[in-house]
């Protein structure tokens, strides 16, 4: 990994070649290497998209509302989205709904559409912030106007040359290096000659324009020094990236009605910082050369994964909260002072150096929904009532991930039952082989139930939560929440494990897959207690109610492996595990009592029960045999879909129904 910050790049000139031509400090290698998206490649350009207060621009365009009518998104007496108009009058998602329509009276305030115990499927209704006892949020529509604008901005970019990497519900990255090569080419033909003497690492001639267009792009300032050095190829490659985001942002606006905010980088680091610099309905863009002062101006917890614990160590640590006086902290200092892998970590992200990869991917590594009960619940009718509604809530999703095209299915399901303190977890194996429908989630579902049910002292029981996880690939090749299992000789460790019996199975032995395991794998998720060298830090630890016997997992540790901006499951999971509780209780855990302020920090959490069921799933595994997907018939097809149609009242685009028993 570089040790030194690629802070100067464009430092004074020398002309190594061409008889005193002064040339680019860029190659005819990296240049061709754009193509490729490479991620440690100089040129490249990355950018990241996100909506403007999103669920309330969602809400605006179903309400046909005027864009500067003040709407923030109501859940029970919480706001969860507040669209820039109402946040010029002070309001913002820490009010409550009083309070906010004190501030503005004429403030529009929607309550999320709810799925109702009884109900068939979820709406819009007027009554539902009064009903936090029999409703459930709904998030599908945001979900739908998500997929849609999705849709839309991969329309927008050529087919075979784009990188789109959903990372959250309102959010992409786009890796636009492989279109920003092609159109290098095409704008400057002189790119297209060989280089000097065959050899691709003779320096590109200086493109031919000494100063750029950036129309009214938020360009981040540059130090005096480097104010006075012409444009090099980086510059000219990330102007055009932002011509590219333009027309994506431009034809949201025009064919969607949405606005979006974005940054234009060379990585995701900093275009997911750049995106949120100024908001709304711009872009920034962050060139090499403003790399230095633009991470100087922000203070160090700002940054990601320097939220919480592992931030507050650093500040305490070096005695300062400002990244700008990080800076003069040698890579070795870091490394003594944090540990190996986190100094480095730390020193290459304060210098905005990231090379994780835009991952076109589907990322979904666990769906979740679930219900805190106020008034509790006290019987079984009631439990399996919500059960129905978190199958047809999560089926919906899986649906949406191409489940029954055979695409991505899970291969977990976990409940998790609270009563009093007590929490309670059951886990097991989604059957493989045969298409998956609501009703088997359904019995899985009722299965775990009734193993929780005949353990004894389950009523009342204040929390329900369901979730499936495991995502695997029906088509080979791609690689779904396997990227953080680890497998081979430590997934054979982890089912031997001392005092389990393996049980019987058919499964035929699983190629050993290689897999570095150090700093990779679900190791990552698991304890590593402090140690006395200080090598990893302990953030918030999910308290292990009940019969849970969760492992901690360093929350803050920053996990390098992952991409920055890490996808969530649907934005994040704190929306799906409602809790109908203001502000800060909105970020709870819905599996232990742990609670964020941060939604990327609860999403890691929820990500950590995640791999921690999975390596239960993992162990009760083998008693089934595992088989190759059996083939659709073509009566099979869009069963799911269309077996849900045509019954009882009219259904609301995307909405969906639940069957009750
Ligand atoms: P964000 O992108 O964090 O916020 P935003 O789109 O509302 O506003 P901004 O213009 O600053 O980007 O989150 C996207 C949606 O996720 C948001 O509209 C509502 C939902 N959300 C919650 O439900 N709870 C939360 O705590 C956060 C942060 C977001
Ligand atoms: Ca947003
Ligand atoms: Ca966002």
Request: net charge neutral.
């Amino acid at each position: 990994m570089p040790s030194s910050p690629p802070l100067h790049r464009h430092g004074a000139f020398s002309p190594l070649h061409g008889g005193g031509l002064r040339r680019s400090q860029f190659t005819y290698r990296q240049l061709s290497q754009l193509a490729s998206s490479g991620t440690s490649n100089p040129l490249r350009v990355v950018a990241h998209v996100d909506l403007d207060g999103f669920y309330a621009q969602c809400e605006m365009v179903r309400l046909g509302l005027p864009k500067d009518k003040p709407l923030a998104v109501q859940q029970w007496q919480a706001l969860i989205a507040v669209n820039y108009p109402a946040r010029e009058w002070g309001i913002g998602r820490h009010c409550s709904v009083t309070e906010a329509k004190k501030l503005c009276p004429d403030l529009i305030a929607p309550h999320v559409a709810t799925w109702r115990e009884g109900d068939d499927k979820w709406a819009y209704r007027d009554d539902a912030d009064a009903n936090i006892s029999t409703d459930k949020v709904s998030l599908d529509p945001y979900r739908l106007e998500s997929r849609k604008i999705l849709a839309l901005v991969k329309d927008s970019l050529p087919a075979g040359l784009q990188r789109v990497e959903k990372a959250g519900i309102d959010e992409v990255f786009l890796d636009l290096s492989s279109q920003v090569h092609s159109i290098l080419l095409e704008r400057y033909p002189e790119l297209k000659s060989p280089p000097p003497y065959d050899d691709p690492t003779e320096r590109l001639p200086l493109p031919p324009i000494s100063a750029l267009d950036w129309q009214a792009d938020a360009l981040i300032d540059l130090d005096e020094e480097q104010e006075t050095v012409d444009p090099d190829w980086d510059d000219v490659a990330i102007l055009i990236g932002s011509e590219i985001v333009r027309d994506v942002r431009a034809r949201v606006w025009n064919e969607l009605d949405y606005t979006c905010s974005a940054g234009i980088a060379s990585n995701k680091l900093l275009s997911k910082l750049g995106s949120a610099f100024k908001k709304p309905n711009q872009q920034t863009v962050v060139r090499n050369r403003a790399v230095g002062s633009f991470m100087s101006g922000f203070k160090i917890t700002k940054l990601r994964n320097l939220g919480g614990k592992l931030g507050s160590q650093v500040v305490t640590t070096f005695e300062t909260e400002n990244v700008k006086d990080l800076f003069e902290v040698p890579l070795d200092t870091m490394k003594a002072k944090l540990g190996n892998d986190t100094g480095i970590w730390v020193h290459n992200t304060i210098r905005g150096i990231d090379n994780s990869e835009v991952n076109s991917r589907t990322q979904i590594k666990s769906m979740l929904s679930a219900k805190s009960f106020r008034p509790t619940i006290n019987t079984p009718d009631q439990a399996v009532k919500w059960l129905r509604i978190f199958v047809a809530d999560i089926y919906a999703r899986l649906i949406e991930e191409g489940v029954l095209e055979n695409k991505r299915r899970p291969r977990t399901i976990n409940l998790h039952h609270r009563h009093g303190s007590q929490t309670r977890s059951r886990q097991g194996p989604i059957p493989q082989g045969k298409l998956l429908d609501e009703e088997t989630l359904l019995d899985l579902a009722k299965d775990l139930l009734a193993q929780i049910i005949s353990e004894g002292r389950v009523w009342p029981c204040s929390n329900l939560s369901l979730s499936v996880g495991g995502f695997e690939d029906g088509v080979k090749g791609n690689m779904g929440i396997d990227g953080f299992l680890v497998k081979g000789e430590e997934a054979e460790a982890l089912r031997y494990a001392p005092g389990e019996s393996r049980l019987a199975s058919t499964e035929p032995d699983r190629p050993v897959k290689k897999r570095r395991v150090e700093d990779g794998g679900i190791q990552r998720f698991f304890a590593r207690k402090p140690s006395a060298d200080g090598n990893s830090v302990n953030g918030p630890e999910p308290s292990a109610g009940g019969e849970t016997d969760l492992p901690s997992r360093p929350l803050g540790m920053p996990n390098l492996d992952l991409p920055v901006g890490q996808p969530s499951t649907s934005g994040f999971a704190s929306a799906q595990a409602e809790h109908g509780l203001p502000d800060a209780d909105l970020l709870a855990c819905s599996r232990c009592k742990a609670s964020f302020i941060d939604p990327d920090a609860l999403q890691s959490h929820e990500d950590w029960h995640l791999a921690k069921d999975i390596q239960e799933a993992e162990r009760v595994r083998p008693a089934f045999a595992e088989r190759p997907p059996t083939p659709r018939s073509s009566s099979q097809k869009g069963q799911g879909a269309s077996s849900k149609r045509g019954r009882g009242g009219k259904l609301e685009h995307g909405q969906s129904r639940l069957r009750f028993g």
